[in-house]
Structures are given as structure tokens and as C-alpha cells.
């Protein structure tokens, strides 16, 4: 009994014991677990984002570009995420991913416990299955930079998912969570971030548009990016789209029919991958980078932190004036014509060779520019060594108007072939605002990457012509004013030309037929001093020296800067700066940027309707009348403008003025002694023209856009000088006086 009695009390005193050490043991764990989450929470085993940080997600946004209209016209990204808010999203996109990726989203707060045990369970059992949370997606999707390969490495980041996880859950609603988390995700091919980036990329729409086909082939990518691409593995994808459909309706959230019609629908890819050189206006949204840089640099504008404005990461909204439809048209007219052109010139050479004389250094410069021909200097070869490696050919993609095409050639031919394709440049804006509503800067933004609109200053020609009778008409000559029209030499410059019509010419005349002589005497007669300083009142910014030849166009010029001095014209002589960008606002809608145009009044009033009166001329009756063929557009309204053809046709401009938008046509080769050798194709008429003919119809064929065919407004107050030179009665006195408000002098 005594040994019974013992046994028993050891017995208790045990239980007793091993119950004491059960629960030092269990409160120790729970107390070490707290520890090693608190561990985790300040960031013993990796740093955790801060709340400011969730709050403000460092996440790689792209900056997009909006048209008028507020369409996209293109993005700048390290990565191509743009971020979209709640009311954006599909509901077919959320119940696709609540149905198949945490059921429980809306019962659990960041975690689901019997999910996690449950993972464990059949992880353990070797059927390994996922167990995260929308939640916990997300903080790996915010916060790391790649899921861990290292076992450790990955238990620890599972733990600060879950401590991020609840702190999101505690933070945001649930709505918030889903949003982000449709903003973060990795779509992996086409470097496609996001869903609104998606949505574009797969099926050219926007995320609230998506059929429930579609939110589930998206969705159902996320198990696994290339594994169910539906590019790559369209029946695997198929699958995995039926398969998230099926879940959604065990949730209810489609009907019997409803799934069926889902399942039965083929996965229709609008495949519309994102390519900084594709799309709208590439070579427009190259220059406004640039652009932008400039003006956030000159104004010191920066984040609150005072770093600088990243356009790839940070997600800025940039507005601009570009019109989509119109951009459309610019680009389709140039392609159109300079299909055609591009035909004529390669017949051209097509038994001669362009490289001879004085050209054959253009081969030799052309190589010497090209990535190959550094990469091969920095590898050590010889100037003759890389000479052979350009003599052998290799796989080439070149451009054709029909496409594309993979060819061989060698490095040196593809120069030769690059070289002799035309390039073109398109700029129209509105003279009364300055906005810029179109902008081409060359043919293929892929093979030819250089913008001729604002980058090249090529030699601008006869489209000078207009500043030197702008200088004469403002110091009171009349545009009826007879100058002789015959060869003149004026100290050592004797320029050349033909005649038309007689001698002498009006004013008016002169400049509609283009002619030298006159053109020549008249800048004698107002000085080149004076023209050259109204030139650059007008918005030329490149070099205008006080020579006599600048009246006949022997100075350089951008298309940007001689569309915006010709829209002065337009708009009773007051110079507004072509406006590339209205504003920008960061992520958050919160205006960073707002351009105030500069402003000039270059010259008065009357003067500017003058010279509109003059150009009209040109296109009615004078070197561009072809503006009223069927084949160059067979416009009928009152439209302006002045041609420009430059010594052995290297460079070929139009420059067409309507009450509403002046636009600028150049066209040349990439080397000015590569060029067309008769005048016939060569001429700015036929060569430049052409493209606004066919811009202009297409633009006033679009009632959207509300242009009117109406004539030029006069200018307030009306005219003091005649310009129907029918009822003209010259005043034989100093030219300069006929502007004076003397009706028997002017003949009134």
C-alpha cells in the first residue's frame, strides 16, 4: 500500500511537472514567435517597407502621353505599368481573381490561417499547393524585388509577407488591396506590368471593358506567366481561361449560360505589344522627353523629397495638344506619297551609281557613325580590319514601305541602301494657340531614328522668300508696288533665276511666281539687316546672317520653327511658340507642370493680311496650284502657302496656310548630295506639297475635328492699303510711303 501510495503521489507530482514544463514551453514558443515577429517587424532579417512606403509604393509607373482627347498617345517606362483605380476595373476581373486565387478575401485580414495549414498539410504529403493570400501577393508583388530561391532566404520572406500583409489589411480597404494588387502584378512577356497595361497589350481595351473570357485568360496567366501565355501555349491557355472561368461559377458569379457562352468563346488576341518606336507619333514623343527634361531642369522643378522626376518610373500624366485622328492623318498622307516618291527616286538611280566623286566619302562617314563600327574600334581591329567586316554580309532587318524584310546583306551595302531613302518631315499646329496638332519627324522611327521636325535644320529655300516682301510690306510698301524683275548684281552676289511674266512685277506676283531677280532687288531695297532681324522676330532660331542671299532662302531651318513663323502670319502678325506640352501632374493628379507659350508681336496687324493675301496667291494661280488637282488633294477653300526647292533639289518644302492650322512638308534625303536630279520631281511642288494635299483633305473630310473652309479673317479695323492690284493706283513717290493714310496717294 505505502509502495502503491508513492507511486501514485510520484505520479502526480509528475503530471505536475511535465503540465509546469508543457507551459513554460508553450509560452516560451509563443513568446520566442513573438519575438521573432516583432524581429521581423523591425527588420532584423531584411528591411520593411515603411507605412509612408506602402503608402507611396515605389513601384516602376510608367508616364503616359494623352492627345487632346485624352487618348494615349504612348508611354515612357522602365517598366510598362500604368496604374488604373477601382472603378476602372472589370467586376469579371475581381470575381476572377477572388474565385481562383483566396476565396476567403473578404473574411480574412491579410492571412488565412486554415488555408495555411491546410498548404502545410498537403505540402508535407508531397502535393504542393499554394497558400497566399491576395494579400500576401501583394506585399511580395510591392516589396520584393524577386521571390528568393535560398530555403532560408525564402521562410524569412514568407514571414514578412505575412507582417506586411496585415499591416496592408489594416491600412487599406479591401477594394484598395485589389486595386493594387491588379496594379502591381507581373504579366511577364512584352515587358507588361499591370492590368491596365495588360488589357492593352492582349486585347487592345481597357481594364472596365474586359468580358469575363478575357479577365479570366489574364488572371488565369498569373499562375504562371509563360507557362499559359496564349501566344506562346494558346491551348494551354484555353485551359487555364476555362479552368477560372469554372471557379468562377462555383462562386456564383456566372451563371449556368453565362459560362458557357465564356467557355465557348475563342481567346480573340488583339496582340498589341508595346514598343517605344510603335504606335502614334513616335518620333514627337522622343523630342518631348528631351523636352521635358529641359524645362523640368531650367525650373528647378522636383519631387518633395527634391529628386528629380523620373519620366520612366514615376507615372506623370503628360497633356499635350497632339490630335490623335489628325497625327493618324499626317502619318498615312506621308506614307501615301512618299511610297510613290520613294518609286521615282530609286528609278533614278537604278543604273547609276550615287556613291561616285565627291559622294564617295558619304559611305565611309556613314560607317563611321554606326554602333558597329565603334564596337569593333573598341574591340581592337584596325580601320582596314573592320573595312573587311563591313564587306561581309549578315542578317539585316531593313525597312520597305510594304514592311519590314530580313535579307542579308553587308553592313556596308545597308548603309548604301539606308542613304538612299528619302526622308520627310510633317508639323501642323494651330496659329491662334500654338498648339501643335500633328507631328511626323521621318519615315520609320525603327530604321531612321533622327527627328527632321525640330532636330534638322536643313537650307530652307524659296519658303525665305515670305520674310524679306513681310519686311517690305511693313515699312508701307504695297503688294501691288512694280519692282524690276531681270538679273542684277549687288556687290559680289549675282543671283541666279528665271523670269515670269515680264519686267517689272508686282510684289504680289513675285512672290506667287517665286521669283529670284525680284525677290533679290527687294531685299536690296529694305536691307538684309532688317530682314534678317524680322526672320528671327518670327521664332527662327538657327543662324540668319545679314547676307543679301538670305532673301532666296541660303540659311538653314527647322520645320518646327518655319511653321511657327509662317502661323505669325495667320495670326495678324503676333509669333506664338508651338506648344508641345499643356501640362503635366504626377501620379496623383497634382499639377507639376503648365506651359505659358512665349509670345512676339513681329508685325503689325495689317501687314500679317497682307502677306496672307500674298500666299493665297500662290496657291491660286501661282508654284502651288497643284493644291487644287484631284491627285494633290482637289482642295477648294481659301488656302495659303509658299514652295521651296533648294540648289540641285536636295531639299524639297511646302509650307500651307488655312485660317485654322499651318503646316510644314520638307522632304530630302539624310546627305544633300543625295537628291533627285531633274527639277520636275525634285520641286518642293511635287515633293512636299503633295503630302499636305492629301493631309489637308483628310482633315477636313473629318467633321469631328470642326475646321472651317471660311476665308482669313481681316485684321481689326479693317485695311488702309488696296491689294486688288486691278484698282491699284501706284504712287510714284519713296515706296516706303504708300503705307501713309493718304487716300489720293494710294489710290483708294
Avoid at 291 to 308: H, M, N, V
Amino acid at each position: 500500500m505505502k509502495r502503491e501510495s508513492k507511486q501514485s503521489k510520484l505520479t502526480e507530482e509528475d503530471v505536475k511537472k511535465y503540465t509546469r514544463n508543457f507551459w513554460k514551453i508553450l509560452v516560451g514558443l509563443v513568446v520566442l514567435g513573438a519575438f521573432f515577429i516583432f524581429s521581423v517587424r523591425i527588420g532584423v532579417f531584411g528591411k520593411l517597407p515603411s507605412f509612408q512606403e506602402l503608402e507611396n509604393p515605389k513601384s516602376n509607373l510608367a508616364s503616359e502621353i494623352l492627345t487632346d482627347e485624352l487618348k494615349v498617345l504612348g508611354t515612357y517606362y522602365k517598366h510598362n505599368r500604368s496604374n488604373v483605380k477601382y472603378s476602372e476595373l472589370s467586376p469579371h476581373l475581381v470575381q476572377a481573381l477572388i474565385a481562383t486565387e483566396d476565396k476567403r478575401f473578404y473574411d480574412h485580414a491579410g492571412i488565412d490561417y486554415s488555408r495555411t495549414v491546410t498548404t502545410v498539410f498537403h505540402t508535407l504529403m508531397g502535393n504542393k499547393q499554394g497558400g497566399s493570400t491576395i494579400t500576401q501577393q501583394l506585399a511580395l508583388n510591392l516589396f520584393s524585388e524577386r521571390r528568393e530561391k535560398n530555403t532560408f532566404k525564402r521562410i524569412m520572406q514568407k514571414f514578412q509577407e505575412w507582417v506586411t500583409a496585415v499591416r496592408l489589411e489594416r491600412s487599406y480597404t479591401k477594394e484598395e488591396i485589389i486595386t493594387m494588387y491588379f496594379n502591381t502584378v507581373d504579366f511577364g512577356a512584352y515587358n507588361t506590368f499591370g492590368i491596365k497595361s495588360a488589357a492593352r497589350t492582349y486585347f487592345n481595351t481597357t481594364p472596365d471593358k474586359l468580358k469575363p473570357e478575357e479577365a479570366a485568360m489574364l488572371v488565369g496567366m498569373l499562375k504562371g506567366t509563360s507557362m499559359y501565355s496564349p501566344v506562346r501555349f494558346p491551348d494551354r491557355a484555353l485551359l487555364r481561361r476555362n479552368t477560372v472561368l469554372n471557379n468562377m461559377a462555383d462562386q456564383n458569379f456566372l451563371t449556368g449560360t453565362e459560362l458557357e457562352e465564356a467557355k465557348s468563346a475563342p481567346i480573340n488576341l488583339q496582340l498589341r505589344i508595346s514598343n517605344y518606336g510603335e504606335g502614334l507619333a513616335p518620333y514627337f514623343r522622343a523630342v518631348l522627353k528631351e523636352e521635358i527634361k529641359k524645362e523640368f531642369q531650367r525650373l528647378s522643378i522636383t519631387k518633395a523629397d527634391g529628386t528629380p522626376y523620373d519620366l520612366d518610373r514615376d507615372g506623370l500624366k503628360i497633356y499635350t495638344p497632339i490630335n490623335y485622328a489628325m497625327q493618324q492623318y499626317a502619318e498615312e498622307a506621308q506614307k501615301e506619297w512618299m511610297t510613290k516618291l520613294q518609286r521615282d527616286f530609286d528609278r533614278q538611280y537604278r543604273n547609276a551609281d550615287p556613291f561616285k566623286g565627291a559622294n564617295a566619302k558619304l559611305l565611309v562617314s556613314g560607317m563611321r557613325r554606326s554602333d558597329r563600327y565603334r564596337i569593333l574600334k573598341d574591340a581592337g581591329l584596325s580601320e582596314d580590319e573592320i573595312k573587311k567586316e563591313f564587306a561581309k554580309k549578315v542578317p539585316m532587318n531593313v525597312f520597305t514601305y510594304k514592311g519590314n524584310v530580313d535579307t542579308m546583306m553587308t553592313p556596308m551595302d545597308s548603309i548604301r541602301y539606308s542613304k538612299l531613302f528619302l526622308r520627310n518631315a510633317v508639323m501642323s499646329m494651330e496659329p491662334k494657340t500654338g498648339y501643335i496638332k500633328a507631328w511626323v519627324g521621318g519615315t520609320s522611327f525603327e530604321h531612321f531614328k533622327f527627328d527632321h521636325v525640330k532636330l534638322a535644320e536643313r537650307q530652307v529655300g524659296s519658303t525665305a522668300k515670305p520674310f524679306t516682301y513681310a519686311t517690305a510690306i511693313d515699312n508701307g510698301y504695297s503688294p501691288c508696288f512694280t519692282v524690276p524683275n531681270h538679273m542684277q548684281t549687288y556687290g559680289n552676289w549675282t543671283p541666279r533665276g528665271t523670269t515670269q511674266g515680264g519686267d517689272p512685277i508686282t510684289l504680289k506676283n513675285a512672290l506667287k511666281y517665286s521669283q529670284n531677280f525680284a525677290t533679290a532687288y527687294i531685299i536690296n531695297e529694305v536691307g538684309a539687316a532688317n530682314v534678317a532681324t524680322l526672320t528671327k522676330q518670327m521664332g527662327i532660331t538657327s543662324n540668319v546672317p545679314n547676307y543679301p542671299s538670305i532673301a532666296l532662302g541660303a540659311y538653314e531651318a527647322s520645320v518646327y520653327d518655319m511653321v511657327g513663323a509662317y502661323s505669325a502670319f495667320v495670326n495678324f502678325g503676333t509669333w506664338i511658340e508651338p506648344t508641345m506640352i499643356l501640362r503635366i501632374e504626377d501620379k496623383n493628379g497634382t499639377p507639376i507642370y503648365e506651359k505659358t507659350p512665349k509670345v512676339v508681336k513681329a508685325i503689325n496687324s495689317e501687314s500679317a493680311y497682307i502677306m496672307v493675301n500674298m500666299l493665297k496667291g500662290v496657291v491660286d494661280g501661282g508654284t502651288g496650284s497643284r493644291l487644287r488637282r484631284a491627285e494633290y488633294g482637289g482642295l477648294t477653300n481659301p488656302i495659303g502657302g509658299k514652295t521651296g526647292t533648294t540648289n540641285d533639289n536636295s531639299d524639297a518644302w511646302f509650307i500651307g496656310i488655312t485660317p485654322d492650322l499651318v503646316t510644314g512638308v520638307w522632304t530630302g534625303a539624310e546627305d544633300r548630295g543625295i537628291r533627285f536630279y531633274s527639277m520636275a520631281s525634285g520641286q518642293g511642288a511635287s515633293a512636299a506639297l503633295p503630302i499636305f494635299g492629301l493631309y489637308m483633305k483628310k482633315v477636313y473630310s473629318d467633321n469631328n475635328l470642326k475646321y472651317t473652309k471660311e476665308d482669313f479673317p481681316q485684321p481689326p479695323g479693317g485695311l488702309t492699303r488696296e491689294i486688288d492690284c486691278s484698282k491699284y493706283v501706284p504712287f510714284y513717290g519713296a515706296p516706303s510711303d504708300e503705307g501713309q493714310l493718304d487716300d489720293d496717294r494710294l489710290g483708294f
